[in-house]
């Protein structure tokens, strides 16, 4: 069966720190992968996707990045933390056109 | 893309059906209608999809209109453990950046004991 995991589950981050967060898949191959951010008390926005190894998609313009270094393996990246960028991140995949399924996700405050 | 229409909030009783709608007058005819469910500081967690008929699994059912620009998702008898918020989403069944899930507010379903 197929499982995800994403990790850290919570970290607290100084302004101006780096970040990183990362997402593993087991169980597919080539699966579509996904990070999605919840601001509190907001709905899910999508911030990544990608298709393959080092194919990456950006949907909104934003302080992050991210990577795909391996077929079941997505990182997300940010040289500098904003306060903006707190809120609950979470990791995704899905075989083409199939159904979603998300991590626990990664709860990220910065102060 | 294709937005879906949902009201912010429904409340229900224990034990009894509940019928949570969406409207998406503006769907395609590749679009699947998927509904998930997200608890507090969890993920979102899959409950059903369809495209044009009636869908039913051990989770939930989901009505879909013949017009197929509102849907309907039953829960048979709500608990309390139903208690989240309900994001009715249209993804494009070809995938790529088509099929993505893009998600509204959602409707924050409260159940009473």
């Known amino acids: 069966s197929q499982t995800i995991h994403q990790w850290p589950a919570t970290l607290v981050q100084p302004v101006g720190s780096p970040l990183s967060l990362e997402c593993t898949v087991e169980g597919t191959s080539n699966p579509n992968l996904y990070w999605y951010r919840q601001a509190a008390g907001r709905g899910l926005q999508l911030l990544f996707y990608s298709v393959g190894i080092g194919q990456i998609s950006s949907e909104v313009p934003q302080n992050l990045s991210a990577s795909r270094p391996q077929d079941r393996q997505f990182i997300l990246s940010s040289k500098k933390l904003l306060l903006s960028d707190s809120g609950f991140y979470l990791c995704?995949?899905?075989?083409?056109?199939?159904?979603?399924?998300f991590g626990e996700g990664s709860w990220l405050t910065v102060v | 893309d294709a937005k879906t229409t949902q009201p912010n909030s429904m409340e229900s009783n224990e034990e009894e059906p509940v019928h949570l709608p969406c409207n998406h007058s503006?769907?395609?005819?590749?679009?699947?209608i998927h509904w998930y469910r997200q608890l507090p500081s969890q993920g979102p967690e899959y409950v059903i999809h369809g495209l044009t008929s009636n869908v039913n699994n051990r989770m939930a059912s989901l009505a879909i209109a013949e017009d197929r620009k509102s849907s309907t998702l039953i829960l048979h008898r709500a608990t309390l453990r139903d208690a989240a918020v309900y994001y009715c989403?249209?993804?494009?069944?070809?995938?790529?950046?088509?099929?993505?899930?893009?998600f509204g507010k959602g409707t924050k379903l409260s159940v009473k004991p």
């Open positions: 989403i249209l993804r494009d069944s070809y995938g790529g950046s088509q099929g993505n899930l893009i």
């Open positions: 503006t769907i395609s005819g590749t679009d699947y």
């Open positions: 995704a995949w899905s075989v083409l056109g199939n159904t979603i399924y």
